[in-house]
């Protein structure tokens, strides 16, 4: 049975930082690409940041870009999101996905192209 467990969500306030962490197991973690994904409330599922199984080439939403950075550690089976400089608008539930195994494209935008997801962490950012 494939299990994605995020963790490390919460309250902070706007210019703080968190660290989320996707820990899978039942899968073979390596081969899979990586994605966050975000909802807020009435919104649709958005990508966030995605990380290929073996190149370690990355992708990130434009207005993310210089603030988070996602990586991995497959000895550990684990993904990770850094996040700096918060701000109110990144308040969401926070989900990782994983991708097609040893797929070729680093990222898809489309929920539907993830074989597997986490529970999803909150993230609250206060102003």
């Known amino acids: 049975q494939v299990q994605l467990v995020e963790s490390g969500g919460g309250l902070v306030q706007a210019g703080g930082s968190l660290r989320l962490s996707c820990v899978g197991s039942?899968?073979?973690?390596?081969?899979?690409?990586m994605a966050w994904f975000r909802q807020a409330p009435g919104k649709e599922r958005e990508i966030v940041a995605a990380?290929?199984?073996?190149?370690?080439?990355?992708y990130y939403t434009d207005s993310v870009k210089g603030r988070f950075t996602i990586s991995r550690e497959n000895a550990r089976n684990t993904a990770y999101l850094q996040m700096n400089t918060l701000r109110p608008e990144d308040t969401a539930v926070y989900y990782c996905?994983?991708?097609?195994?040893?797929?070729?494209?680093?990222?898809?935008?489309?929920?539907?192209?993830?074989?597997?997801w986490g529970q999803g962490t909150q993230v609250t950012v206060s102003s």
């Open positions: 996905a994983a991708g097609k195994v040893y797929s070729s494209t680093v990222y898809s935008p489309r929920p539907r192209d993830y074989d597997y």
């Open positions: 039942g899968l073979i973690f390596s081969a899979y690409p």
């Open positions: 990380i290929d199984w073996n190149s370690g080439r990355t």
